[in-house]
């Protein structure tokens, strides 16, 4: 790839802790900071000591090229890629290196790392190098991603990697919608749509162009990547594709996603086909491609993106300073992100950084709900529905290709699936956005669920719950349009705001201020 990418870099591990095996030497709680001694006299003055200067990189030399020179470190962390949930007795398994999707039996993969190699450091070790990296521009570990590459991709070589610094997503204290909606004093939103294309499509994409970056660098036969889309993961793939100079093509359903969705693929130079079919017969397509041409699979079907995705739930847990919170409402379309929340969390409790996961909730739209169905049959046989449309387009899924995952994932935190009318996700968006919020239709599935396991005292009003917001309102702006005027057929829309129409005098528009003041000062 190309020294000169548009994408932000920067350099290793320069100021990070290096891999080492904990010391049985009892260390100071400051372990990063060095005591001042006291003078003899309280009125002689303090001589700071002087401090290493710090040189900037070589002015002929780029962030990525600085990394490659510091690189000292060593390891012998490794991951592979093993049939899903597969019998413990199995020897199935496939190096990262290989083009493969499916395993023998045409069961999904899951990306599985050597435990056993990360377990020879603490959780107190893994806390504080992931902390140590937040913030900085060191290449790659400014991402909230490759911050914690060691449990992503530990094998790639930090030249391969593709990178917009993506993650470190706010975690908002919505305190108002909160308090005056849930009667909850520990409501937080987790805004993975404040992202480099909007979603949090980006933290598995840039996992998956940086493995495609490695396997073309390695000559394998991969000429682009493909994927078929609902819009936020074309978005994603496009992006990185351009980056790293990388032909992407993408497969859309035709007159189903939002225009603000559909010009990111385009402006990034993806080759768009506007398909006239839904998301499942997309997929369906892709597959069918992927399979005879030298067109790497980038939907979640590929586990590679789950390994980034896994990497909010972490940050979650780090965000809130490694304390865990009681519940994470995650919606779900294609269901890939559920499990990978669900693997983040686990990975931290099973390497010591937590001593317990949250439960997690999945929430989808009623009009495409097969996983809601399932969970309310008691998990018995499996159907796939014909997805309605709905405003959360993003999940108008039907035949989710991660649905063996996300049961997996559900039953073994003891969670709970819920559904969303299309009503009732458009109010809890308009909700929202009321107390100063700006979520996507997609986070308004996520806030019903919330109502309503509240509503029935499932979560308490003490509980500290997360919301998953996936992607950013602005993508959505028309149905927000639709709301405010009243457009939307066979909808109340009860809590639209539309603007008001006034005379061009000063009396109208006194007369209109005073009467908007007076309503306002009445709900005092």
């Given at each position: 790839?190309?020294?000169?990418?548009?994408?932000?870099?920067?350099?290793?591990?320069?100021?990070?802790?290096?891999?080492?095996?904990q010391?049985?030497?009892?260390?100071?709680?400051?372990?990063?900071?060095?005591p001042?001694?006291?003078?003899?006299?309280?009125?002689?003055?303090?001589?700071?000591?002087?401090?290493?200067?710090?040189?900037?990189?070589?002015?002929?030399?780029?962030?990525?090229?600085?990394?490659?020179?510091?690189?000292?470190?060593?390891?012998?962390?490794?991951?592979?890629?093993?049939?899903?949930?597969?019998?413990?007795?199995?020897?199935?398994?496939?190096?990262?290196?290989?083009?493969?999707?499916?395993?023998?039996?045409?069961?999904?993969?899951?990306?599985?790392?050597?435990?056993?190699?990360?377990?020879?450091?603490?959780?107190?070790?893994w806390?504080?190098?992931?902390?140590?990296?937040?913030?900085?521009?060191?290449?790659?570990?400014?991402?909230?991603?490759?911050?914690?590459?060691?449990?992503?991709?530990?094998?790639?070589?930090?030249d391969?990697?593709?990178?917009?610094?993506?993650?470190?997503?706010?975690?908002?204290?919505?305190?108002r919608?909160?308090?005056?909606?849930?009667?909850?004093?520990?409501?937080w939103?987790?805004?993975?749509?404040?992202?480099?294309?909007?979603?949090?499509?980006?933290?598995?994409?840039?996992?998956?162009?940086?493995?495609?970056?490695?396997?073309?660098?390695?000559?394998?036969?991969?000429?682009?990547?493909?994927?078929?889309?609902?819009?936020?993961t074309?978005?994603?793939?496009?992006?990185?594709?351009?980056?790293?100079?990388?032909?992407?093509?993408v497969f859309?359903?035709?007159?189903?996603?939002?225009?603000?969705?559909?010009?990111?693929?385009?402006?990034?130079?993806?080759?768009?086909?506007?398909?006239?079919t839904?998301?499942?017969?997309?997929?369906?397509?892709?597959?069918?491609v992927?399979?005879?041409?030298?067109?790497?699979?980038?939907?979640?079907?590929?586990?590679?993106?789950?390994?980034?995705?896994k990497?909010?739930?972490?940050?979650?847990?780090?965000?809130?300073?490694?304390?865990?919170?009681?519940?994470?409402?995650?919606?779900?379309?294609?269901?890939?992100?559920?499990?990978a929340?669900?693997?983040?969390?686990?990975?931290?409790k099973?390497?010591?950084?937590?001593?317990?996961?949250?439960?997690?909730?999945?929430?989808?739209?009623?009009?495409?709900?097969?996983?809601?169905l399932?969970?309310?049959?008691?998990?018995?046989?499996?159907?796939?529905?014909?997805?309605?449309?709905?405003?959360?387009?993003?999940?108008?899924?039907?035949?989710?290709?991660?649905?063996?995952?996300?049961?997996?994932a559900?039953?073994?935190?003891?969670?709970?699936?819920?559904?969303?009318?299309?009503?009732?996700l458009?109010?809890?968006?308009?909700?929202?956005?009321?107390?100063?919020?700006f979520?996507?239709?997609?986070?308004g599935?996520?806030?019903?669920?919330?109502?309503k396991?509240?509503?029935?005292?499932?979560i308490?009003?003490?509980d500290r719950t997360v919301?998953?917001?996936?992607?950013?309102?602005?993508?959505?702006?028309?149905?927000?349009?639709?709301?405010?005027?009243?457009?939307?057929?066979?909808?109340?829309?009860?809590?639209?705001?539309?603007?008001?129409?006034?005379?061009?005098?000063?009396?109208?528009?006194?007369?209109?201020?005073?009467?908007?003041?007076?309503?306002?000062?009445?709900k005092?």
């Amino acid at each position: 790839m190309a020294a000169s990418s548009c994408m932000l870099r920067s350099s290793f591990l320069s100021h990070c802790p290096q891999l080492h095996h904990q010391s049985n030497t009892p260390k100071s709680n400051n372990y990063f900071f060095n005591p001042i001694k006291a003078t003899a006299s309280t009125n002689d003055a303090i001589t700071p000591s002087p401090q290493p200067q710090k040189h900037r990189r070589h002015a002929d030399e780029n962030i990525r090229e600085e990394a490659a020179r510091r690189n000292s470190s060593s390891h012998n962390f490794s991951a592979r890629y093993v049939p899903f949930n597969a019998d413990p007795s199995s020897d199935e398994w496939y190096s990262l290196d290989e083009i493969v999707y499916r395993s023998r039996s045409g069961g999904l993969l899951d990306v599985q790392h050597d435990m056993n190699a990360l377990k020879k450091f603490d959780g107190q070790y893994w806390r504080n190098l992931f902390d140590s990296r937040v913030g900085k521009t060191t290449w790659p570990y400014g991402s909230g991603v490759w911050s914690k590459k060691e449990w992503v991709l530990p094998e790639i070589d930090s030249d391969d990697i593709v990178s917009a610094f993506e993650g470190n997503s706010n975690l908002f204290w919505a305190e108002r919608f909160g308090k005056q909606f849930l009667g909850m004093t520990d409501l937080w939103v987790k805004h993975c749509g404040i992202s480099h294309t909007g979603s949090f499509k980006d933290l598995g994409m840039t996992v998956l162009v940086s493995q495609v970056n490695r396997l073309r660098k390695m000559h394998k036969p991969v000429v682009g990547v493909g994927c078929a889309s609902t819009g936020d993961t074309s978005a994603a793939l496009s992006a990185y594709c351009a980056s790293a100079g990388i032909p992407s093509i993408v497969f859309l359903p035709a007159n189903k996603i939002s225009m603000a969705q559909l010009v990111q693929p385009i402006a990034n130079g993806a080759f768009v086909l506007s398909i006239d079919t839904d998301f499942d017969g997309c997929m369906q397509l892709i597959r069918e491609v992927t399979a005879e041409l030298p067109i790497y699979l980038a939907n979640s079907l590929n586990s590679l993106r789950l390994e980034g995705q896994k990497t909010a739930a972490i940050e979650i847990l780090q965000q809130f300073d490694w304390e865990v919170p009681e519940w994470v409402i995650v919606p779900g379309g294609n269901l890939g992100n559920i499990y990978a929340f669900y693997k983040g969390f686990q990975m931290c409790k099973e390497l010591g950084l937590v001593d317990r996961i949250p439960r997690l909730v999945c929430a989808q739209a009623a009009n495409a709900n097969p996983l809601y169905l399932h969970y309310k049959s008691g998990w018995k046989d499996f159907k796939a529905v014909k997805a309605n449309t709905t405003f959360a387009s993003a999940i108008q899924i039907g035949d989710p290709v991660s649905i063996d995952r996300a049961v997996f994932a559900l039953q073994n935190c003891n969670g709970i699936v819920e559904e969303a009318t299309e009503e009732e996700l458009m109010d809890a968006m308009a909700q929202a956005d009321s107390t100063g919020m700006f979520i996507c239709p997609h986070t308004g599935v996520a806030l019903t669920a919330l109502f309503k396991l509240r509503n029935s005292g499932v979560i308490n009003p003490t509980d500290r719950t997360v919301v998953v917001s996936t992607a950013h309102g602005l993508k959505f702006t028309q149905s927000k349009i639709d709301y405010h005027s009243k457009e939307i057929k066979d909808m109340e829309c009860r809590f639209a705001n539309p603007p008001m129409e006034v005379k061009a005098d000063f009396g109208s528009v006194m007369d209109v201020l005073k009467s908007y003041l007076l309503s306002k000062n009445s709900k005092q």
